[in-house]
């Protein structure tokens, strides 16, 4: 996967996901901690207005513009439509950055859109965002990420190698594929748990856990940990990481996860975002 990613619940939130060379959320230290990766950063996905995932923004813009790196290089940012409070941030630094050495584009993405990531012979890779429960004020997305890809028709599966290549040659590689949409990450930003049919059968889930303890919430903004194992499990997904963890339990995360875990009998990797340090998956 190629994940380095940092999560601190009210500080600093982002996740640099380097085989599509994009950034999702863009908290503060982003740049920071990336240094000259921030020049390989092609795309910005931003889930939501608040501080903790828009602040290190002003960082990567002004980085790149300045640091030692390509200039002919572009960016991109995309953000909800409608998101005020992401758009007067944007309109803040495009002001004290009037001259940039390179293509900045702003895009406000609608739920139903998609972006392509990467194309590549028969696959493409794309992303669409779906809406997620977070603030009455703030419109929150998520964010998943499809393989588009082929594979034989039913009725040309029991054919060896030399009868599918010869099946080609005589008809075409259309006639013997059918086209199908492969779930490769699915990425909450803060919410409450999210639908199901978002993250189902998802190669990866990476959702929001600020909470170890579920007494511990007040109000309906976040998601503790039994919520999203318990979501995980319906949705059937290959693989979990827990972030945006609260600093309140920095010493007890993992024996309490572990209960977790065996409480509600989950039996694919769970994985978590210490709130101090930097997390990488490989």
């Given at each position: 996967?190629?994940?380095i990613?940092?999560s601190?619940?009210?500080?600093?939130?982002w996740?640099?996901?380097?085989?599509?060379?994009?950034?999702i959320?863009?908290?503060?230290?982003?740049?920071t901690?990336?240094?000259?990766?921030?020049f390989?950063?092609?795309?910005?996905?931003?889930?939501?207005?608040?501080?903790?995932?828009?602040?290190?923004?002003?960082?990567?813009?002004?980085?790149?513009?300045n640091?030692?790196?390509?200039k002919?290089?572009?960016l991109?940012?995309y953000?909800?439509k409608?998101?005020k409070?992401?758009?007067?941030?944007?309109?803040?630094?495009?002001?004290?950055?009037?001259?940039?050495?390179y293509?900045l584009?702003?895009?406000?993405?609608?739920?139903?859109?998609?972006?392509?990531?990467?194309?590549?012979?028969?696959?493409?890779?794309?992303?669409?965002?779906?809406?997620?429960?977070?603030?009455?004020?703030?419109?929150?997305?998520?964010?998943?990420?499809?393989?588009?890809r082929?594979?034989l028709k039913?009725?040309y599966?029991?054919?060896?190698?030399?009868?599918i290549?010869?099946?080609?040659?005589?008809?075409?590689?259309?006639?013997?594929?059918v086209?199908?949409?492969?779930?490769?990450?699915?990425?909450?930003?803060?919410?409450t748990?999210?639908?199901?049919?978002?993250?189902?059968?998802?190669?990866?889930?990476i959702?929001e856990?600020t909470?170890l303890?579920?007494e511990?919430?007040?109000?309906?903004?976040?998601?503790?940990?039994?919520?999203?194992?318990?979501?995980?499990?319906?949705?059937?997904?290959?693989?979990?990481?827990l972030?945006h963890?609260?600093?309140?339990?920095?010493?007890?995360?993992?024996?309490?996860?572990?209960?977790?875990?065996?409480?509600?009998?989950?039996?694919?990797?769970v994985l978590?975002?210490?709130?101090?340090?930097?997390?990488?998956?490989?």
């Amino acid at each position: 996967m190629n994940i380095i990613m940092y999560s601190k619940a009210l500080y600093s939130s982002w996740m640099y996901y380097s085989p599509d060379r994009m950034l999702i959320d863009c908290g503060e230290g982003a740049s920071t901690y990336l240094g000259n990766k921030s020049f390989a950063v092609q795309r910005v996905f931003l889930t939501h207005g608040h501080a903790d995932h828009i602040a290190g923004l002003w960082g990567l813009v002004n980085t790149r513009n300045n640091a030692m790196g390509d200039k002919e290089k572009s960016l991109e940012i995309y953000y909800p439509k409608g998101s005020k409070s992401v758009e007067e941030f944007l309109d803040f630094i495009l002001k004290v950055n009037n001259d940039l050495k390179y293509m900045l584009s702003i895009k406000p993405v609608e739920i139903g859109e998609e972006i392509v990531l990467h194309r590549t012979g028969g696959v493409k890779r794309v992303i669409r965002p779906f809406r997620t429960h977070h603030t009455i004020n703030e419109i929150s997305f998520g964010y998943n990420i499809y393989e588009r890809r082929k594979h034989l028709k039913e009725k040309y599966r029991d054919l060896s190698q030399n009868e599918i290549l010869d099946m080609i040659k005589k008809y075409g590689r259309e006639e013997i594929t059918v086209d199908y949409e492969h779930k490769i990450l699915t990425i909450s930003g803060d919410s409450t748990p999210i639908p199901v049919k978002d993250a189902y059968e998802t190669d990866l889930l990476i959702h929001e856990s600020t909470f170890l303890d579920e007494e511990d919430r007040k109000g309906n903004n976040h998601s503790s940990v039994k919520e999203v194992l318990r979501l995980s499990k319906e949705a059937k997904v290959k693989s979990l990481i827990l972030y945006h963890i609260s600093t309140r339990y920095e010493r007890n995360i993992k024996r309490y996860i572990n209960r977790a875990i065996d409480e509600i009998g989950v039996d694919f990797p769970v994985l978590y975002v210490h709130p101090s340090k930097i997390f990488t998956l490989k």
